[in-house]
């Protein structure tokens, strides 16, 4: 049986690994581990894997600002998304205590989730890692007493650990969406009713005024606009996109992009339902 080669960060019983599982449904899924974020978005370009699959936001962190830089940089195309929830939970060895334990391993996503829990137990202190499924994984292979991860309990089940504490996160309202990418640039589907795109910020505040003005004329809703990381003297802007129908989408992208410079479209997608949950405020939108 064909399986299909995709990109992830971290390693087996991650929560990349898991959303990649559920965006793959109906197909045969090897994942193939990352431990960075360019390191997948490079294997991917090169043609060493079908797919990638990648963390953009997080309902308790917000978005992962610098991936969508990954994107542009690398010309990869976002093809589907989904909301994965995510269970944090600490792990170690069978017969541990929680109060033997004085080093939390995980990803530092994973630890800042939880930080009020390593509050109200001084005693651990948090060693950042690569991943959160890994950190289980660590402690195993090594042997690891007086040492838990922070992970999701897949991580519990494959690497044989107990779980001290579940669903340890500052929110119960805890997920994370992953994009589906890959190389060529697919056809646009009917029912794509959201779009992703990166663009120079432009030099006046009038020209953003009118680049809002068109999307909503258009009746396209702006759910995300941010400046990205960048080294260069004018930033790049992203910018997420929802409407009823792709043609709404297609019209207002047409109307906007001689406003701009540098745009690249990295996605035409159907939305994902985002989880009903009691979220923070959204960030400010980019200044201008």
């Not at 950190?135 to 292979?141: D, H, V």
């Not at 663009?199 to 990205?228: D, G, I, M």
């Not at 990381?229 to 930033?235: E, K, L, S, V, Y």
């Amino acid at each position: 049986m064909n399986r299909t080669r995709i990109a992830i960060q971290g390693g087996p019983a991650s929560f990349h690994d898991a959303a990649a599982r559920q965006l793959c449904q109906g197909n045969a899924v090897e994942s193939v581990p990352h431990t960075t974020f360019r390191s997948l978005c490079t294997a991917l370009e090169q043609g060493e894997v079908d797919a990638a699959v990648m963390a953009i936001e997080n309902t308790l962190a917000g978005s992962l600002l610098p991936n969508y830089t990954l994107l542009q940089e690398h010309g990869l195309h976002v093809i589907a998304e989904h909301w994965l929830p995510i269970d944090q939970n600490l792990l170690a060895l069978p017969g541990q205590n929680l109060t033997e334990i004085q080093t939390v391993l995980s990803h530092p996503v994973a630890l800042a989730q939880c930080g009020a829990f390593l509050q109200q137990h001084p005693q651990l202190q948090p060693v950042e890692t690569h991943d959160t499924a890994d950190s289980a994984r660590i402690i195993l292979e090594q042997q690891l007493k007086n040492t838990a991860a922070i992970a999701g309990k897949a991580a519990a089940t494959l690497y044989g650990l107990e779980v001290l504490a579940s669903n340890i996160a500052d929110s119960v309202d805890n997920y994370t969406r992953f994009l589906l990418l890959q190389r060529q640039n697919p056809e646009v589907a009917a029912g794509a009713d959201k779009a992703i795109l990166s663009f120079r910020k432009p030099l006046h505040t009038s020209t953003l005024t009118l680049l809002l003005s068109l999307l909503q004329k258009h009746q396209v809703e702006l759910t995300l606009l941010q400046t990205l990381p960048t080294t260069d003297t004018r930033a790049h802007l992203v910018a997420e996109l929802e409407a009823a129908h792709v043609e709404q989408l297609q019209e207002a992208i047409a109307q906007v992009r001689p406003l701009v410079e540098d745009m690249q479209v990295l996605g035409m997608l159907e939305k994902a339902a985002r989880p009903s949950v009691a979220t923070p405020e959204k960030e400010a939108l980019a200044t201008h």
